[in-house]
């Protein structure tokens, strides 16, 4: 009983947080996707309608289609080239530490100096355009082109999420029993057979989380389309929360953009589900 | 189980409350509408002009004030990219401002849903004051839902050196000659010119109207907007429209300072941000008139006053309204800064006639706006969905010059969403 109330004392201030500033706001959400609300006139109550639009509405498809592709290009590159970041960085090297600063400095910038940064590299005159006329090639349209916006805004991600998802795998690293490696070496494995008997099965419960955040915030990233994009060119970078931050505080229809938060939340939950359930029956 | 059941549900009737509550308070704060209190407060807002312009709102301020005892203007100055959030969150929680500066287009998102307060009558007194062509801006429909405050009727500034380069000796007059420049220009210098990154602008000052005139139909889908398609398709294929600039994702401003442009059609009061970039650019830059378009007039950027449509001093906040847009006010401004006032009596000012013959780019630009005013005027018909029916004309003309759609498809297209969005 002593032992409960200490428990509830420590977490009732985050408990307090947690529930005015996400979980109220998100279940008020979930009631305003069943009306035609735009903070100014009367609530009305529309029931599925708004769900039913974003079914029928081609520009929600095609914000839901750009979704999943940058997922599709982002999270798995996020999964796994932060384990091989980790395994470098935990070798016992000098200034080891200021590697590991360096690889994490990306997660430090603002997501706007990122930008800025990227679109000079990216500009048709930039330095990526430069290196390549260099050894012949053509200038490429990197955020200008259907065919190669996504995966340059995927590479800005993905530059900027390695050193913070290295790091959660090199804590990792660091408290996997060494005995279990010495035992190895006795045994003669080499170092790839050490990393996949022993590293890869031990992170196992790190890879799973870094899946989870790592596609909750593929599925969540506005910011670099509103800021280097616009979501363009023509609707090809537009995802679904910039859907929804264009209908909501462009347009005034915060039913419409409710109710496309509310299918978004779905999507990640199932796949949330399913992650976990791929590594439950894993271990 | 059933103890998290009854949670769940205490959460979901918590949450609607949360939500009533909200639209509730909205709806009682217009209780007090229409009576006249000893001490009113008015909340002011505007986008971006502090601190540059600190002196002169708290001096317009402090002046109504004395004028009007019992009146207090609380002032809040908002940057510029958080206006509609802040709008929308403020409305939401009953806190909106009883005067507020508001661009044209979210204007009429804002009247449409009934924010702002409907000032046909009570500003039909001032209306002949202010410029015809400015005064559409704040309407809707056949209503007017605000006062214009300053304008901007664009100008020129280009690049002397590079025009000299190419051959030239003066900035293009006309919208013909702009393109052969351009063309010049590219091929011997590799830089570009004209840069159409906003056709529903270009379309209407050449003729074409988007919206019909009982603003219920689409009217873009014409032999002259077919035309105008190809002709910058053509263009586009030359080399002589970049995508980044097309697309909005670089800044004109930016490309001109770096001396990838020959010239930049924008106000005079942004000539500065050049200066700012480059000030060698600067030096060698020189302004001119801006081209109109065939139809014979120019678009103005307007910013307006609107009024609270739940303000609990309606007649205090139109009084001071009236007075921030009226002559004297605006002139004052005018005067601070490289913008030109809304209301004919200011811009007749012999302040206007002055610069021409100006070393400094931006007050030459400042003489040629001001001469441009007669010509200038709103060119967005006064509906509710603009900004989206913009949005959809300037993605069509991005896909025939992008994607090589079909310029008929694509005005078929645009005419077929112009006409959902005024349903």
Not at chain 1, 100 to 129: C, E, H
Not at chain 1, 178 to 202: C, S, V
Not at chain 2, 249 to 259: D, F, L, P, V
Request: with cysteine; net charge negative.
């Amino acid at each position: 009983m002593y032992k409960a109330r200490h428990a509830w004392s420590f977490l009732l201030p985050a408990g307090i947080l947690l529930t005015t500033f996400t979980l109220l706001p998100a279940l008020a959400a979930l009631g305003i996707s069943f009306t035609n609300y735009n903070v100014f006139q009367p609530v009305e109550w529309v029931g599925l309608d708004n769900f039913k639009t974003a079914f029928q509405d081609e520009e929600f498809w095609s914000a839901l289609r750009n979704t999943f592709y940058f997922w599709v290009l982002v999270t798995p590159a996020l999964v796994v080239l932060p384990v091989f970041l980790a395994i470098l960085v935990n070798q016992n090297l000098r200034a080891i530490k200021l590697y590991r600063l360096i690889y994490y400095f990306p997660a430090l910038v603002s997501v706007v100096i990122t930008a800025i940064l990227w679109n000079w590299l990216f500009a048709s005159d930039g330095i990526f355009n430069y290196l390549l006329s260099l050894v012949g090639v053509n200038p490429v349209d990197w955020l200008t082109s259907r065919k190669f916006v996504m995966p340059s805004l995927a590479m800005v991600t993905i530059w900027q999420g390695l050193g913070y998802y290295m790091l959660f795998y090199l804590a990792g690293l660091q408290s996997v029993p060494t005995d279990l490696y010495e035992a190895a070496e006795l045994d003669g494995a080499n170092f790839w057979q050490k990393h996949r008997h022993i590293t890869f099965p031990m992170l196992k419960p790190i890879i799973f989380f870094t899946a989870v955040i790592s596609t909750m915030s593929a599925f969540k990233e506005f910011t670099l389309m509103l800021t280097m994009t616009e979501g363009g060119p023509i609707g090809a970078s537009k995802t679904v929360v910039y859907m929804v931050f264009e209908k909501a505080f462009k347009e005034l229809e915060m039913g419409y953009a409710s109710a496309i938060s509310f299918i978004l939340f779905i999507i990640i939950l199932i796949l949330t589900l399913l992650n976990k359930r791929t590594l439950d029956q894993e271990t | 189980m059933k103890k998290l059941k009854r949670l769940s549900i205490l959460l979901l009737v918590f949450s609607l409350l949360l939500v009533t509550a909200c639209s509730n308070k909205e709806s009682a704060s217009g209780d007090g509408e229409g009576t006249k209190k000893k001490d009113v407060e008015i909340k002011f807002w505007t986008i971006a002009l502090s601190p540059t312009f600190d002196d002169y709102i708290n001096g317009l301020i402090d002046q109504f004030e004395k004028e009007n005892p019992g009146v207090t203007v609380v002032w809040e100055d908002l940057p510029f990219d958080t206006v509609e959030q802040k709008t929308l969150t403020a409305a939401a929680s009953g806190k909106l401002a009883d005067v507020m500066n508001l661009n044209t287009d979210y204007l009429k998102k804002l009247a449409a849903v009934g924010a702002v307060m409907d000032l046909t009558k009570k500003a039909a007194d001032v209306k002949d004051d202010y410029f015809d062509g400015v005064w559409d801006a704040g309407n809707l429909g056949d209503k007017t839902y605000a006062l214009p405050w300053y304008v901007t009727t664009g100008g020129m500034l280009y690049n002397k050196e590079l025009l000299e380069k190419a051959g030239f000796n003066h900035p293009p007059a006309t919208e013909k000659e702009a393109w052969e420049m351009t063309e010049v220009l590219y091929d011997k210098l590799g830089v570009y010119g004209s840069v159409p990154n906003e056709i529903h602008k270009y379309l209407p000052q050449n003729g074409v109207e988007i919206v019909s005139k009982d603003l219920k139909k689409a009217a873009i889908n014409t032999p002259e907007a077919l035309k105008i398609f190809k002709e910058f398709k053509a263009r586009f294929d030359k080399g002589l429209i970049p995508k980044e600039l097309l697309l909005g994702q670089a800044k004109t401003n930016e490309w001109y300072a770096q001396g990838k442009v020959a010239w930049w059609l924008t106000g005079p009061q942004l000539f500065r941000q050049v200066k700012d970039l480059s000030p060698e650019v600067y030096e060698k830059s020189d302004a001119a008139p801006a081209m109109g378009g065939s139809s014979g007039f120019l678009h103005m950027a307007i910013m307006n006053i609107a009024v609270s449509a739940k303000t609990k001093s309606p007649e205090e906040a139109v009084k001071f309204a009236k007075f921030v847009t009226n002559a004297e006010s605006q002139l004052a401004f005018s005067k601070i800064v490289a913008i030109l006032p809304s209301v004919k009596e200011a811009a007749a000012d012999e302040y206007f006639t002055q610069g021409e013959n100006s070393d400094d780019p931006a007050e030459k630009g400042k003489f040629y706006a001001a001469k441009q005013l007669e010509i200038g005027k709103n060119i967005f018909p006064p509906v509710e969905n603009i900004s989206e029916i913009n949005k959809a004309v300037n993605e069509e003309f991005q896909k025939v010059l992008l994607e090589n759609k079909d310029p008929q498809k694509a005005l078929d297209d645009a005419e077929k969403r112009i006409n959902d969005l005024l349903k």
